[in-house]
């Protein structure tokens, strides 16, 4: 395959792979607006060239991830394929070229988007998603650490070493599970928990803020979910599957990113 060209809209928290130690899922889209996901990434791993941003148009060598049945899964040729940042798009006039790749396809029927993905003609993983009503963003508590055994299994493969640095930190793990609860248009509730990396890094900065306190931390990133995003923006959901769920569970999807644009009011017509 030749080089994609692929404006990234979405970068998940890092989680840890038995495999490649620590990645980021990401995903975005072609130039003619199709999606893709670039699996896996050692995102922190790569040059500071390479570490692209969100809304970057980025080229890279990709080919189809052949033990991944979603058809938008492709991966990058080998795990150190070059990442080149080639482009930008900003927010400008309330992110109009943003919402000319973004929103060529939008689902607001929950229900319809499931079942397209547990279709196996077509098997939908990744799309656009504007929810009619947004009801709360909660946090719930997790495990505050990582998996002992797994961490100790990556240790002894030696994945946390790196070349030029020495020992590899892995990024502290979430001690807490963000949710949106909202209804699709046609009333269906849904409670969907959020991966976007923008989110963890949110928690970590009000935490620091309030000096450790975390129902306040919570509260500031509630504030910036539910009080501005869902309250001020015209909030739409990048959804996406795990490929582990996809099939097995009754709504595989999970919000990996939100696009927020200003709402923009009509003004009258006399």
Same mark, same amino acid.
């Given at each position: 395959?030749? !080089?994609?060209? =692929?404006?990234?809209?979405? &970068?998940? $928290?890092?989680?840890?792979?038995? @495999? +490649? *130690?620590?990645?980021?899922?990401?995903?975005?889209?072609?130039?003619?607006?199709?999606?893709?996901? !670039?699996?896996? =990434?050692?995102?922190?791993? &790569?040059? $500071?060239?390479?570490?692209?941003? @969100? +809304? *970057?148009?980025?080229?890279?060598?990709?080919?189809?991830?052949?033990?991944?049945?979603?058809?938008?899964?492709?991966?990058?040729?080998?795990?150190?394929?070059?990442?080149?940042?080639?482009?930008?798009?900003?927010?400008?006039?309330?992110?109009?070229?943003?919402?000319?790749?973004?929103?060529?396809?939008?689902?607001?029927?929950?229900?319809?988007?499931?079942?397209?993905?547990?279709?196996?003609?077509?098997?939908?993983?990744?799309?656009?998603?504007?929810?009619?009503?947004?009801?709360?963003?909660?946090?719930?508590?997790?495990?505050?650490?990582?998996?002992?055994?797994?961490?100790?299994?990556?240790?002894?493969?030696?994945?946390?070493?790196?070349?030029?640095?020495?020992?590899?930190?892995?990024?502290?793990?979430?001690?807490?599970?963000?949710?949106?609860?909202?209804?699709?248009?046609?009333?269906?509730?849904?409670?969907?928990?959020?991966?976007?990396?923008?989110?963890?890094?949110?928690?970590?900065?009000?935490?620091?803020?309030?000096?450790?306190?975390?129902?306040?931390?919570?509260?500031?990133?509630?504030?910036?979910?539910?009080?501005?995003?869902?309250?001020?923006?015209?909030?739409?959901?990048?959804?996406?599957?795990?490929?582990?769920?996809?099939?097995?569970?009754?709504?595989?999807?999970?919000?990996?990113?939100?696009?927020?644009?200003?709402?923009?009011?009509?003004?009258?017509?006399?």
């Amino acid at each position: 395959m030749a !080089l994609t060209k =692929v404006l990234i809209t979405v &970068k998940t $928290y890092p989680t840890l792979s038995a @495999k +490649y *130690d620590e990645l980021v899922c990401t995903a975005g889209f072609r130039e003619d607006g199709t999606w893709i996901r !670039l699996y896996p =990434v050692p995102f922190r791993k &790569k040059s $500071y060239n390479e570490q692209y941003k @969100k +809304y *970057d148009w980025i080229e890279i060598d990709l080919v189809k991830n052949t033990s991944d049945f979603r058809p938008d899964s492709f991966r990058p040729k080998t795990i150190d394929s070059e990442i080149k940042v080639v482009g930008h798009i900003d927010t400008a006039n309330n992110w109009a070229e943003r919402k000319k790749i973004c929103l060529g396809k939008i689902y607001y029927n929950l229900t319809e988007l499931i079942a397209e993905a547990k279709n196996k003609d077509i098997r939908t993983s990744l799309s656009v998603f504007k929810p009619t009503e947004i009801l709360d963003f909660t946090a719930e508590l997790v495990d505050r650490e990582w998996d002992k055994d797994k961490l100790s299994k990556l240790n002894q493969l030696n994945l946390f070493e790196t070349s030029k640095e020495g020992k590899f930190e892995v990024v502290q793990k979430l001690p807490y599970k963000f949710r949106f609860i909202f209804k699709d248009n046609q009333g269906t509730e849904s409670r969907m928990m959020i991966e976007d990396w923008e989110t963890g890094q949110l928690y970590w900065n009000c935490l620091a803020k309030h000096e450790g306190n975390e129902a306040k931390a919570i509260e500031d990133v509630r504030k910036k979910y539910f009080d501005d995003f869902a309250k001020t923006k015209d909030l739409h959901f990048f959804l996406g599957t795990s490929q582990v769920h996809h099939h097995v569970s009754h709504n595989p999807f999970m919000i990996i990113g939100t696009f927020h644009p200003k709402l923009e009011i009509q003004g009258s017509l006399f």
